[in-house]
């Protein structure tokens, strides 16, 4: 027991210090197997995935995922799920950026909240920091992925500089060392929200899937509730 919260308290420094950790084989083959059938019918690029029975029993709480977050954040609890393989018929790159954006039910106008647009039949919105603060950015790989397949970049420790402009994020990534977030299939990659990251189109166009899945500990203020 005593080194098991030794390895708990070392990751959770380790996250605070660098804005990331790796939660290697923390997928079960169970659970892998949930996974694929939940995306196998994501068209899209990057698509929101919609409650389904093999998604909502491969993030329940007694599965292998939430075992794994649960090291980090024993309150959090999956808000978003975005599907993204990069393939030959959908393979891109994006620049530098935070991804600061949440999904709420209703919007509603609330002090701190802001940027509003409706993407996909969903209302988004940028939240105060505070609230960022207290989500998880979480990537669970499907398949392996390095840099042949357009594996996603960080800027390791940038999350502790707050909220950066667009237009400076390039120049703001460059003070920092760079990951190439190399991964095997079953590996968790979990991420300050504030974090900076980019990804270069893939040379090999094998496919390379990957769940993005939104946690938060926080409660909105109401009537905002997420979504």
């Given at each position: 027991m005593?080194?098991?919260?030794?390895?708990?308290?070392?990751?959770?420094?380790?996250?605070?210090t660098?804005?990331?950790?790796?939660?290697?084989?923390?997928?079960?083959?169970?659970?892998?197997?949930?996974?694929?059938?939940?995306?196998?019918?994501?068209?899209?690029?990057?698509?929101?995935?919609?409650?389904?029975?093999?998604?909502?029993?491969?993030?329940?709480?007694?599965?292998?995922?939430?075992?794994?977050?649960?090291?980090?954040?024993?309150?959090?609890?999956?808000?978003?799920?975005?599907?993204f393989?990069?393939?030959?018929?959908?393979?891109?790159?994006?620049?530098?950026?935070?991804?600061?954006?949440?999904s709420?039910?209703?919007?509603?106008?609330?002090?701190?909240?802001r940027?509003?647009?409706?993407?996909?039949?969903?209302?988004?919105?940028?939240?105060?920091?505070?609230?960022?603060?207290?989500?998880?950015?979480?990537?669970?790989?499907?398949?392996?992925?390095?840099?042949?397949?357009g594996?996603?970049?960080?800027?390791?420790?940038?999350?502790?500089?707050?909220?950066?402009?667009?237009?400076?994020?390039?120049?703001?990534?460059?003070?920092?060392?760079?990951?190439?977030?190399?991964?095997?299939?079953?590996?968790i990659?979990?991420?300050?929200?504030?974090?900076?990251?980019?990804?270069?189109?893939?040379?090999?166009?094998?496919?390379?899937?990957?769940?993005?899945?939104?946690?938060?500990?926080?409660?909105?203020?109401?009537?905002?509730?997420?979504?």
């Amino acid at each position: 027991m005593r080194k098991k919260m030794a390895a708990q308290q070392t990751l959770k420094k380790d996250f605070e210090t660098y804005g990331r950790v790796w939660l290697r084989d923390a997928v079960s083959q169970a659970d892998l197997a949930l996974f694929d059938t939940a995306t196998a019918v994501t068209a899209k690029a990057g698509q929101r995935m919609n409650s389904s029975p093999a998604l909502d029993i491969a993030l329940s709480e007694n599965s292998s995922t939430m075992a794994a977050i649960r090291q980090l954040d024993p309150n959090a609890v999956p808000v978003r799920t975005v599907s993204f393989n990069k393939s030959d018929k959908a393979n891109w790159g994006v620049a530098w950026h935070q991804d600061r954006v949440i999904s709420v039910r209703e919007k509603t106008e609330s002090d701190g909240f802001r940027n509003w647009t409706r993407k996909s039949g969903f209302w988004h919105c940028e939240p105060p920091a505070f609230i960022l603060d207290q989500m998880l950015f979480v990537r669970i790989h499907l398949d392996d992925s390095d840099e042949t397949n357009g594996a996603m970049e960080i800027a390791v420790g940038s999350h502790a500089g707050g909220i950066i402009p667009s237009a400076q994020a390039e120049t703001a990534a460059a003070r920092y060392p760079t990951e190439v977030c190399k991964a095997n299939r079953g590996n968790i990659l979990v991420l300050k929200m504030l974090t900076l990251h980019a990804s270069k189109p893939a040379k090999d166009q094998s496919g390379r899937r990957v769940l993005r899945v939104d946690f938060s500990s926080a409660q909105l203020p109401a009537p905002l509730r997420w979504n």
